[in-house]
């Protein structure tokens, strides 16, 4: 775990290491996925009287849901996601299929499933700007905190590296097109917050990953 700012914290936990993140907003605190064991980190994190109104889903791959249903029971947060869950989208589908089963991921609730089109989320008072970028999971999206030069990017960009676009749905193509033309023409100075490993900026990955 580590502290970004004043304004965003960083949970790493579950199976695969994935990042789940507390943002502060204009009104009340904001969570962009939920791995394993996030629920009770917030309990730690949530200053006292704070309220958790939203959830933002960059993509409902298990590693980044399994802590959903426990977040949602805790704090009866609003759950935003390009598309409804699905257990297809999950991969536990495709675990029972080819894998033996072994995922175990709770049924949620989505709240607000806003599909491709994408645009603008009010969530926490404050501005949300969303880019859907198909590739690795077919409703992956990139939220931008308007005002902010954050990205929360889920694994659509790595450090080095995109998302694996082995998966039902995946297209190297797609993935490499969608941030191409969503995220690169940003402001470089952006931070790219990733659903795995450490942050880095588009500036970063423009000039060094070998992706793009």
């Given at each position: ?36 064991g996030f ?144 995220l690169l ?28």
């Open positions: 775990m580590r502290a970004m700012s004043a304004d965003i914290q960083v949970y790493t936990g579950g199976p695969c290491a994935c990042n789940g993140y507390l943002v502060r907003c204009n009104e009340g605190y904001v969570a962009i996925d939920a791995p394993l629920a009770a980190w917030v309990a730690k994190k949530l200053p006292e009287g704070a309220q958790l109104t939203d959830l933002l889903i960059t993509h409902q791959h298990f590693d980044h849901v399994q802590g959903v249903a426990g977040l949602v029971a805790a704090y009866n947060c609003r759950v935003h996601a390009c598309m409804p869950y699905s257990r297809e989208l999950t991969l536990e589908d495709l675990a029972a299929r080819s894998w033996g089963g072994g995922l175990d991921v709770e049924p949620f609730r989505v709240d607000n499933a806003f599909g491709s089109a994408c645009g603008t989320l009010n969530c926490g008072g404050s501005e949300w700007k969303v880019y859907h970028i198909p590739g690795h999971s077919p409703d992956g999206v990139t939220y931008e905190l308007a005002g902010s030069e954050q990205l929360f990017c889920g694994d659509i960009l790595f450090a080095g590296a995109v998302g694996r676009t082995d998966f039902p749905g995946g297209s190297m193509a797609a993935l490499i097109r969608g941030i191409r033309e969503k023409p940003l402001p470089h100075t952006y931070e790219v917050n990733s659903g795995h490993g450490p942050s880095t900026t588009l500036g970063e990955e423009t000039l060094n990953n070998p992706y793009l």
